[in-house]
């Protein structure tokens, strides 16, 4: 007899919190031993008379952080996001790109002064760094084809086929849902797989599926389920940085009063994700 496995909550919470957006290939993290040593923390009353707030972004992490054409000027949801923040206070803003690898490093020795890079918020983060208020919620999602009528919640994925990055955390969730994965290598090819009628479903970030429609506005795949529980991406700052982050909260409040926020949302993902 098989028997029907109920994914709880606390699990789904768990899994996405982990796989929240920061990037593919999130190998480094705090409490990374480095040769740098932590600089101090900015005031905001550092960042005017500097005059530049310097944003540490990977410029490789589309829709994030990337180059048009792969040599365009940098630009990307993240980009537009911290350089709208930078006109509230009042600077310039100069982006250093980099490796993932290096992102919180280069933080801690004062390569730059924030990180924008779809940072996730987590309790092991928070013990480390500081965050603005979140400008991303994120939730993950099931995607379908837009006929399916079979799977309509995580419960229904048990003896379904997903596709799925072997190395991913929407991996570890397809198997405690109770389904058989197909190990594919990106969104790309599950998305080829699941037209092909080779996989019935695939996991994955929302923020992946409304970039990929936004785009291709591919009728034949919808969005059959999501978790309740939401990821939180948000600016980081050093600690020692209170007074600038306070800054900064109060420009994303007043950017998402007057619309901003919602009008670089809708630019790249025609919806609003930053609430």
């Given amino acids: 007899m098989t028997h029907r496995r109920v994914l709880p909550a606390a699990a789904i919470a768990a899994l996405l919190i982990s796989t929240a957006a920061c990037s593919a290939d999130d190998t480094a993290d705090v409490g990374e031993d480095t040769d740098e040593e932590s600089a101090a923390g900015l005031t905001l009353e550092d960042v005017q008379e500097e005059g530049t707030l310097t944003v540490g972004t990977e410029g490789t992490y589309r829709p994030f952080s990337y180059h048009e054409g792969g040599s365009g000027d940098l630009t990307g949801y993240d980009v537009d996001i911290v350089t709208a923040v930078a006109e509230k206070l009042g600077v310039e ?27 996730s918020v987590t309790e ?15 939730n993950g999602v099931i995607v379908t084809l ?44 599950s998305v080829t797989l699941l037209e092909q009628g080779r996989v019935d479903a695939t996991i994955n970030d929302k923020l992946t599926y409304l970039d990929y429609q936004a785009t291709e506005d591919n009728e034949n795949i919808a969005i059959a389920a999501e978790t309740d529980d939401q990821s939180f991406a948000a600016l980081t700052f050093r600690q020692g940085s209170e007074s600038l982050v306070e800054a900064v909260d109060e420009a994303l409040a007043e950017l998402a009063e007057d619309g901003t926020l919602t009008e670089i949302s809708e630019e790249y993902f025609d919806a609003d994700v930053s609430q």
């Avoid at 982006?95 to 390569?111: C, I, K, N, P, V």
């Avoid at 092991?124 to 994120?138: K, N």
């Fill in 124 to 138: 092991d983060r928070q013990e480390s760094y500081l965050f603005s208020e979140p400008y991303t919620v994120s």
């Fill in 146 to 189: 837009a006929d399916n009528e079979e799977i309509t919640s995580f419960e229904d994925l048990e003896g379904k086929t997903t596709a799925q990055s072997l190395t991913s955390n929407w991996y570890d969730l397809a198997v405690e849902a109770g389904a058989d994965v197909e190990g594919v290598e990106g969104w790309a090819q």
């Fill in 93 to 119: 803003v100069q982006f250093e790109e980099t490796q993932w690898d290096a992102m919180f490093a280069g933080l801690e020795s004062a390569r730059f002064d924030v990180v924008a890079n779809q940072v």
